[in-house]
């Protein structure tokens, strides 16, 4: 089976114009397209490869060799291209952006921002990312109690705190009343946050 969003080590079963045919093995109905402008020397029938599988623009599963900077249930801090009306685009490494939809971010962002995004699938199968992190973010960390941590905040709320993604992937907290003013979600300087780790 293919698993969108993940990267996979599939074989070259078929060769055509536009690039090659890659399967779980020879037999299976499964396939998804290797473009030809990836395919490089030493790519032959019968080989295997490492892929990362997602949608192009027309909905179509698709395999690149690049290496995607956040895979599927995972955590990253990616960089916002552009804001459209349909929500924020995000680089990730792959030639087609990754949409962030307005319902999945929990502060406004802006071209040239950093975030903390998780990627999921959609209702519809389509890989999107989430500001909403926390499912997504380890509840255990190698940090002890009174350690100096590096995080960034990714949600704030009036009832707890703010939310911070410990060195992006660790969940942590800073409690109510310990929030300033100068900590917001979002990117640059006041988006980092220093501390002493507390459980």
């Known amino acids: 089976m293919l698993h969108i969003g993940e990267k996979q080590e599939l074989e070259i079963v078929k060769k055509v114009d536009f690039g090659v045919y890659l399967a779980e093995s020879r037999d299976a109905q499964e396939r998804v397209l290797l473009p030809k402008k990836e395919v490089g020397a030493g790519l032959d029938c019968g ?6 599988l997602y949608k192009d ?6 395999a690149t060799l690049r290496e995607p900077l956040v895979t599927l249930g995972r955590t990253a801090l990616l960089k916002v291209k552009d ?3 349909i929500g924020a685009f995000l680089d990730w490494g ?9 319902h999945e971010q929990t502060a406004k962002v802006y071209p040239g921002d950093e975030c903390v995004v998780a990627l999921y699938l959609d209702k519809s199968s389509r890989l999107c990312a989430t500001m909403k992190v926390y ?4 509840k255990s960390s190698p940090y002890q109690i009174e ?8 949600e704030l709320s009036g009832n707890f705190g703010a939310f ?15 929030v300033t003013p100068a900590l917001r979600v979002g990117s640059g300087n006041s988006a980092r946050w220093e501390g002493t780790f507390r459980r």
């Open 47 to 52: 080989g295997r490869v490492t892929v990362f």
């Open 83 to 85: 804001v459209t009306r």
């Open 164 to 178: 911070v993604a410990v060195d992006d992937h660790y969940s942590g907290m800073i409690p109510r009343h310990e």
């Open 57 to 62: 623009s027309q909905d179509r599963p698709i």
């Open 147 to 154: 350690d100096q941590v590096r995080g960034r905040v990714y």
């Open 94 to 102: 792959l030639e087609k952006d990754l949409l962030l939809p307005f």
């Open 135 to 138: 499912p997504y973010l380890s």
